[in-house]
């Protein structure tokens, strides 16, 4: 079983619709990242966080540490926003352990 | 601020050739990273280092690939002789400093655009 679970793998949307994506681990964390890589290979840090919430512009990030899980959620969602959205833990080890991302395609 | 860079873009190589891959993460960064991500995957961590020093190159396969980071600023990896599985995308990421404490975060990470290798 993977250390860092993603669901869905595939999730394709039409404009402005609210998007979720879930990160479930299994392991002791001291920070949980969500990441997005364009086509091409690059890849943005979107948030980082260790409790509760945070907001940026049309992105949300939850993480509940007792059930070991974390959303993503794109409010209003836009073509723009397709890409792929990985969730990566920090774990005891002080590695990062990378969720195998979810493919998110958002059509006009 | 400048990101993280790395160079070259793209590289096409034959099995059994040799490679190189430059990053120069942004400065003042203290913690280096290397991750390979082979298409579809997630991507694995190949080594991290603190300033000049190896934090963690256990999923380093050292038979083949080196890494290093003489003057802990910009960072080298290579690859020889490469075989096919070795076509990948390889990231580098640099963050100001990496404190596991409880309670807090670490330091966001900052990626490279990544070399996209492919192993003909």
């Known amino acids: 079983k993977n250390e860092v679970e993603q669901s869905p793998q595939n999730l394709t949307a039409q404009e402005g619709e609210f998007i979720t994506i879930n990160c479930s681990y299994s392991v002791g964390i001291s920070a949980l990242h969500w990441l997005q890589q364009h086509p091409g290979g690059g890849i943005v840090s979107l948030f980082m966080l260790s409790s509760g919430k945070k907001k940026h512009g049309r992105l949300i990030a939850t993480i509940n540490i007792q059930e070991k899980h974390s959303s993503l959620h794109i409010t209003a969602s836009h073509p723009r926003d397709s890409a792929v959205y990985i969730c990566?833990?920090?774990?005891?080890?002080?590695?990062?352990?990378f969720g195998s991302g979810t493919q998110l395609t958002v059509l006009p | 601020e400048a990101g993280v860079a790395q160079s070259p873009r793209y590289k096409i190589i034959e099995k059994r050739q040799s490679v190189a891959f430059w990053c120069n993460p942004i400065s003042g960064h203290a913690t280096l990273y290397w991750y390979q991500q082979i298409l579809g995957q997630g991507p694995k961590l190949l080594i991290q280092?603190?300033?000049?020093?190896?934090?963690?190159d256990s999923q380093l396969p050292k038979d083949r690939f080196s890494a290093e980071r003489l003057k802990g600023v910009d960072s080298t990896l290579k690859i020889q002789p490469a075989k096919l599985e070795d076509s990948a995308v390889y990231l580098c990421a640099s963050s100001l400093i990496f404190i596991r404490r409880r309670g807090e975060g670490n330091s966001p990470l900052h990626f490279g655009n990544g070399t996209r290798l492919t192993v003909t």
């Open positions: 280092f603190q300033n000049n020093g190896v934090v963690d």
């Open positions: 990566a833990v920090s774990g005891s080890a002080r590695q990062l352990t």
